[in-house]
């Protein structure tokens, strides 16, 4: 099947889950879609050992995607962006340092305590998996998800500094996270001992400090030529075209495209969007990136969905699986509790921060991406499966509770 075609397929679908979802299930639309989607996953993989001849299309159009790709550089620069607009830069500003610290020091915490106990339990169960390689899983279970965290917190009725917090961190320590998978990475495809300190600090640098940077420079340059201008068509053409070559040349340049579409974003929502734009032609730039946002989510949560058609799963994988869920909850936990006790000193967090912040913290589409990107081998099938299972039970059980567990939290005494 031709790439338009898959195209219009994933279009359609997508169409036609929303439409399910607003008319008769009523859940927020990203977890509507992908419980769908799943729905038809588990069918359509029940129907392919029954009716083989009449699965083996669908199944064959599912499996043509590449998800990684697709994600990583196709949608992610447009959904980080489209996230990052509406964030208040004097809000964000007096929540920087628990963003920062829970975006960094708690992405490196999680990162290793997921490590460690996950290399404990595979011994418990006689699997054989180097200790790296369980660090590169941890890696890529660790960050929060901007994409699933943004658009489930729209409807989550959270305080405003409480949601600034969650969505503020998942935004930047995506681009943390990818900074420690590809080092993590190098290091087990290289060997320890051909893997310096300097060399780590070196790819950080590049990567996040480089893409920070990369970010500003994209921003003001957007927002130079947009004040130059009154015509919304143009100002909407310069946002796309800042977000498409400018996580292109990041990619290139070997800068971290998330982290620079994070900033431009910032800077556009908050100086071009706001300073320059009238009103006319804030409302259309508003309502375009809003599209953007709604019909990207709509696809990629669809696509999470269908990803169950290639998991792999058997009763050991399952037990494991299950296991890790509650392995990453206690790892979250712990990132989130330490940096908060130590912060607690000097400024004041909400009440119940803790056990929000950890609930809060979803994973999604990244996560999945990031294993599919493993290299072959004999422990690849098994760590997208558990990170299937992990970003399952985080989107459907904590993203239809977030709401609800954080008004039980605050109205307790």
């Known amino acids: 099947m031709h790439q338009y075609e898959v195209f219009v397929f ?15 299930i009523r859940w927020t639309p990203t977890i509507g879609i992908m419980s769908l989607s799943l729905g038809a996953s588990v069918v359509l993989v029940v129907s392919a050992k029954a009716f083989p001849e009449h699965s083996s299309a669908l199944i064959s159009i599912i499996t043509s995607i590449d998800f990684h790709r697709l994600l990583i550089d196709g949608m992610l620069g447009f959904m980080l962006f489209a996230g990052s607009i509406h964030i208040k830069a004097g809000e964000l500003k007096n929540e920087l340092v628990p963003i920062i610290a829970l975006s960094t020091v708690g992405v490196v915490i999680s990162t290793f305590f997921i490590g460690s106990l996950l290399y404990l339990l595979l011994g418990l169960f006689h699997l054989d998996i180097a200790y790296i390689h369980c660090l590169l899983f941890a890696a890529l279970i660790s960050p929060t998800d901007p ?53 780590v600090a070196l790819l950080l640098l590049r990567e996040a400090g480089g893409g920070l940077l990369f970010g500003a420079l994209l921003g003001y340059a957007g927002y130079y030529l947009v004040r130059s201008i009154d015509k919304y068509e143009i100002e909407v053409l310069i946002s796309i075209a800042l977000v498409m070559g400018g996580y292109m040349v990041a990619n290139k340049i070997g800068t971290s495209g998330p982290l620079a579409m994070v900033v431009a974003g910032i800077i556009t929502g908050n100086k071009g969007r706001g300073d320059t734009l009238s009103e006319s032609n804030r409302y259309h730039f508003n309502k375009f990136w ?35 869920v509650l392995l990453v909850l206690l790892a979250r936990w712990v990132s989130v509790a330490l940096p908060v006790l130590v912060l607690k000193a000097r400024m004041k967090f909400e009440r119940h921060a803790i056990a929000i912040l950890t609930w809060g913290g979803l994973r999604g589409g ?33 993203g239809l509770t977030i709401g609800p567990v954080y008004k039980r939290l605050t109205q307790s005494k």
Do not use: W
């Not at 994933?10 to 008769?24: E, K, Q």
């Not at 658009?151 to 500094?161: E, P």
């Not at 996560?367 to 299972?389: C, E």
């Open 366 to 398: 990244l996560s999945i991406a990031l294993a599919l990107s493993l290299p072959a081998g004999n422990y690849k099938d098994l760590f997208v499966s558990i990170t299937y299972t992990i970003v399952i039970f985080s989107i459907i059980v904590q």
């Open 290 to 324: 809003e599209l953007v946002d709604e019909v990207l989510n709509a696809v990629l949560f669809l696509l999470m969905g269908f990803e169950m058609v290639v998991v792999k799963l058997n009763g050991l994988i399952v037990v494991i699986a299950i296991t890790c």
């Open 10 to 24: 994933i279009i359609c679908l997508a169409a036609a889950f929303s439409y399910i979802n607003h008319r008769f």
């Open 147 to 199: 994409i699933a965290v943004l658009s489930i917190l729209k409807q989550a009725g959270l305080k405003k500094s409480m949601e600034l917090k969650i969505a503020g961190e998942s935004l930047f320590n995506d681009g943390v996270a990818v900074v420690v998978f590809l080092t993590i990475l190098e290091v087990s495809q290289k060997g320890p001992g051909n893997f310096s300190g300097t060399d």
